[in-house]
Antibody, heavy 116, light 110 residues
Framework: EVQLVESGGGLVQPGGSLRLSCAAS????????MNWVRQAPGKGLEWVSY????????FYADSVKGRFTISRDNAKNSLYLQMNSLRAEDTAVYYC?????????WGQGTLVTVSS | QPVVTQSSSASASLGSSVKLTCTLS???????IAWHQQHPGKAPRYLMKLEGSGSYNKWSGVPDRFSGSSSGADRYLTISNLQFEDEADYYC????????FGGGTKLTVL
């Protein structure tokens, strides 16, 4: 069974940093591109970042470019999102999602709250 | 980059059918899209991939009541024999150097 489990969310002050993790199981992680997608409270889905299987291709949404860094460790079946210079508008549930030309599996999400 | 537009809400009666629309911006009418369903407080669930030709591939476990179709820049998700459990938010997405989501349609089953 495919499982994606996010962790690392929490309350952080504006300007602070947080590192999210996504632990994958039930499939060969190294053969799938991965994404982070977020959803602000009461709002729609917003794509955040994409990383290819070997980390050679990475994309970011304009809203996070220069502040967020996506990475992966195929040996540990894990995906990461380093978030720096956090703003109130980054408050959201962050989902990791498996990519196979569409977002086929989603984790349950981890809540990030940016507030003083 | 494409813009994806969805109506904010839709409603239909139990047992009836509803057709949700996802519209691609000008110049992007051949793009493939995917439909997702999201219940309140839950993660999104992938439903199907839908091509501009109208051909669609449903994900494993998606009921036969769900189908897709296309016309020009419009991509449709039709749900037949509506059930209360179909009440959810529905999102379409497409790809262009990053995933682009529509704003979502909140479906109410009356």
């Amino acid at each position: 069974e495919v499982q994606l489990v996010e962790s690392g969310g929490g309350l952080v002050q504006p300007g602070g940093s947080l590192r999210l993790s996504c632990a994958a199981s039930g499939f060969t992680f190294s053969t799938y591109s991965m994404n982070w997608v977020r959803q602000a409270p009461g709002k729609g889905l917003e794509w955040v970042s994409y990383i290819s299987t070997g980390s050679g291709t990475i994309f970011y949404a304009d809203s996070v470019k220069g502040r967020f860094t996506i990475s992966r460790d195929n040996a540990k079946n894990s995906l990461y999102l380093q978030m720096n210079s956090l703003r109130a508008e980054d408050t959201a549930v962050y989902y990791c999602a498996r990519d196979e030309g569409w977002l086929s599996y989603w984790g349950q999400g981890t809540l990030v709250t940016v507030s003083s | 980059q494409p813009v994806v537009t969805q109506s904010s809400s839709a409603s239909a009666s139990l047992g009836s059918s509803v057709k949700l629309t996802c519209t691609l911006s000008s110049g992007h009418n051949k793009y493939i899209i995917a439909w997702h369903q999201q219940h309140p407080g839950k993660a999104p669930r992938y439903l199907m991939k839908l091509e501009g030709s109208g051909s669609y591939n449903k994900w494993s476990g998606v009921p036969d009541r769900f189908s897709g179709s296309s016309s020009g820049a419009d991509r449709y998700l039709t749900i037949s024999n509506l059930q209360f459990e179909d009440e959810a938010d529905y999102y379409c997405e497409t790809w262009d150097s990053g995933w682009v989501f529509g704003g979502g349609t909140k479906l109410t089953v009356l």
